[in-house]
């Protein structure tokens, strides 16, 4: 199938039985009943796609949910799987995306045709109207992929190496191959948040691709695969699986995923060393100096778990005494009276007891740290000593881009500081607040 192509017209071999198990999961006996495959519509606007790696009973499986039936269909094989999903989803944006949507349009045809051995999904659209869309959508995925892909080692597969791979991992900052994309969705999102390069197009924010262009497959390649590169024999003895390559087996690209994501079996392990800084003050140091690298690589080698490091973890090591650790370097003690003008006022820049790494990052100005450090998994609403969360550091810090990130994001602007005030009673405490957009976010949780 072209990826230009909107008519789902497929024969040959390979493609029979694609719906030949085709089931409702609410009325499995009378899937049994052949004869009602013939023809299915469904309304594509108001429906999404689901895959069921999870269920081993649907192994294979892809659903589309309408709001009046949910359809289960079984691929063939996993490419299969991920073919029908990728044109479906496509199918689904578009007509999201779409402003010049049709009364009849998107209605999606399934047709079961045993008697000749082929399945096609044929769209009831006029083709006029999907070529002017075509373009429209294709100029803005065409920008986003050759960004992605001119970023170094990006232009084959992370994994295997195959050319040209259209899906990505976001929390890992790489792009893989279809297959290898297969294989990272069954591990988990717990591990891996995969999208797609050309068909996810709300996800590709400035942000997400700032940090895709500061990382790259070669970088991360370089800190996952750390081993590799410095010592064949060691992966050897370690009895970890080599790089596949893209005409390995499906299941061998997944035991190599396995052992290098979910076992960690091939980085090189950063510890604490006496004498030199331990990993909670490098951390907090290069997030201060926006080191994307850095932060990654720490992250990514250290045993402990570096992303919930708060500036009280650091601030009594030895070892920060000499280090610029921000506004609470002399002496390193609390300070009762500061603190109690930061409960009263917006001088929250004052005192760091408490702070994560996300709010050095607001406090840093760097929208790229903040990202990284959320695809870690870092908790956008932890709150500081003084009850502030990253979004109260940005208000009243008169960050407002940045605090409509944040929102977007999942910050809760409901949350009251120690000092019993939300974010929007900050901000107006500061004066009137000129950006309708944030005023309005704000003022919906109220
Ligand atoms: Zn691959
Ligand atoms: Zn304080």
């Given at each position: 199938?072209?990826?230009?192509?909107?008519?789902?017209?497929?024969?040959?071999?390979?493609?029979?039985?694609?719906?030949?198990?085709?089931r409702?999961?609410?009325?499995?006996?009378?899937?049994?009943?052949?004869?009602?495959?013939?023809?299915?519509?469904?309304?594509?606007?108001?429906?999404?796609?689901?895959?069921?790696?999870?269920?081993i009973?649907?192994r294979?499986?892809?659903?589309i949910?309408?709001?009046?039936?949910?359809?289960?269909?079984?691929?063939?094989?996993?490419?299969?799987r991920?073919?029908?999903?990728?044109?479906?989803?496509?199918?689904?944006?578009?007509?999201?995306?779409?402003?010049?949507?049709?009364?009849?349009?998107?209605?999606?045809?399934?047709?079961?045709?045993?008697?000749?051995?082929?399945?096609?999904?044929?769209?009831?659209?006029?083709d006029?109207?999907?070529?002017?869309?075509d373009?429209?959508?294709?100029?803005?995925?065409?920008?986003?992929?050759?960004?992605?892909?001119?970023?170094?080692?990006?232009?084959?597969?992370?994994?295997?190496?195959?050319?040209?791979?259209?899906?990505?991992?976001?929390?890992?900052?790489?792009?893989?191959?279809?297959?290898?994309?297969?294989?990272?969705?069954?591990?988990?999102?717990?591990?891996?948040?995969?999208?797609?390069?050309?068909?996810?197009?709300?996800?590709?924010?400035?942000?997400?691709?700032e940090?895709?262009?500061?990382?790259?497959?070669?970088?991360?390649?370089?800190?996952?695969?750390?081993?590799?590169?410095?010592?064949?024999?060691?992966?050897?003895?370690?009895?970890?699986?080599?790089?596949?390559?893209?005409?390995?087996?499906?299941?061998?690209?997944?035991?190599?995923?396995?052992?290098?994501?979910?076992?960690?079996?091939?980085?090189?392990?950063?510890?604490?060393?006496?004498?030199?800084?331990?990993?909670?003050?490098?951390?907090?140091?290069?997030?201060?100096?926006?080191?994307?690298?850095?932060?990654?690589?720490?992250?990514?080698?250290?045993?402990?778990?570096?992303?919930?490091?708060?500036?009280?973890?650091?601030?009594?090591?030895?070892?920060?005494?000499?280090?610029?650790?921000?506004p609470?370097?002399?002496?390193?003690?609390?300070?009762?009276?500061?603190?109690?003008?930061?409960?009263?006022?917006?001088?929250?820049?004052?005192?760091?007891?408490?702070?994560?790494?996300?709010?050095?990052?607001?406090?840093?100005?760097?929208a790229?740290?903040?990202?990284?450090?959320?695809q870690?998994?870092?908790?956008?609403?932890?709150?500081?000593?003084?009850?502030?969360?990253?979004?109260?550091?940005?208000?009243?810090?008169?960050?407002?881009?940045?605090?409509?990130?944040?929102?977007?994001r999942?910050?809760?602007p409901?949350?009251?500081?120690?000092?019993?005030?939300?974010?929007?009673?900050?901000?107006?405490?500061?004066?009137?607040?000129?950006?309708?957009?944030?005023?309005?976010?704000?003022?919906?949780?109220?």
């Amino acid at each position: 199938m072209s990826s230009q192509s909107y008519h789902y017209t497929r024969s040959g071999e390979q493609n029979i039985g694609m719906f030949g198990r085709f089931r409702s999961r609410h009325n499995r006996a009378a899937s049994l009943n052949e004869d009602i495959l013939d023809c299915c519509a469904v309304d594509l606007c108001t429906s999404t796609i689901k895959m069921d790696a999870e269920d081993i009973d649907l192994r294979l499986c892809f659903r589309i949910i309408s709001p009046s039936k949910s359809y289960t269909l079984q691929a063939e094989n996993e490419a299969d799987r991920m073919e029908w999903v990728n044109k479906i989803t496509g199918a689904i944006t578009l007509l999201f995306n779409s402003q010049f949507l049709q009364p009849h349009y998107g209605r999606l045809h399934f047709e079961n045709k045993n008697s000749d051995g082929g399945a096609s999904l044929a769209s009831q659209s006029e083709d006029s109207n999907i070529s002017v869309m075509d373009g429209i959508y294709s100029r803005e995925v065409v920008s986003v992929s050759k960004i992605l892909r001119g970023i170094p080692g990006n232009g084959i597969c992370a994994e295997c190496s195959a050319p040209e791979p259209e899906w990505a991992s976001l929390n890992h900052g790489i792009l893989l191959c279809i297959e290898c994309c297969g294989v990272h969705r069954n591990i988990g999102v717990h591990i891996s948040k995969v999208r797609s390069v050309t068909l996810d197009v709300r996800v590709w924010e400035p942000t997400i691709l700032e940090l895709f262009d500061n990382l790259g497959n070669a970088y991360c390649n370089s800190i996952w695969e750390g081993l590799l590169v410095v010592d064949d024999e060691r992966v050897a003895e370690s009895n970890a699986p080599m790089k596949p390559c893209p005409t390995d087996a499906f299941q061998y690209k997944e035991k190599y995923i396995q052992a290098k994501y979910v076992e960690k079996s091939l980085i090189i392990r950063e510890e604490d060393i006496p004498g030199i800084p331990s990993l909670s003050i490098r951390i907090w140091q290069a997030v201060q100096a926006i080191n994307v690298r850095e932060v990654y690589r720490l992250i990514v080698t250290s045993k402990s778990n570096l992303i919930n490091t708060i500036y009280d973890d650091i601030v009594h090591q030895a070892e920060a005494k000499d280090l610029n650790l921000g506004p609470m370097d002399e002496g390193h003690q609390h300070d009762p009276e500061a603190c109690l003008r930061i409960k009263e006022t917006n001088e929250t820049d004052r005192c760091f007891r408490g702070w994560s790494l996300l709010h050095l990052a607001c406090h840093s100005d760097s929208a790229l740290m903040i990202e990284l450090l959320l695809q870690f998994g870092a908790d956008v609403n932890m709150c500081d000593y003084h009850g502030r969360t990253p979004l109260h550091l940005c208000i009243s810090s008169g960050k407002n881009p940045l605090a409509k990130f944040l929102l977007r994001r999942g910050a809760k602007p409901s949350v009251k500081d120690a000092g019993g005030l939300t974010v929007l009673e900050r901000a107006m405490e500061m004066g009137a607040i000129t950006d309708e957009e944030l005023f309005i976010k704000l003022a919906e949780s109220q």
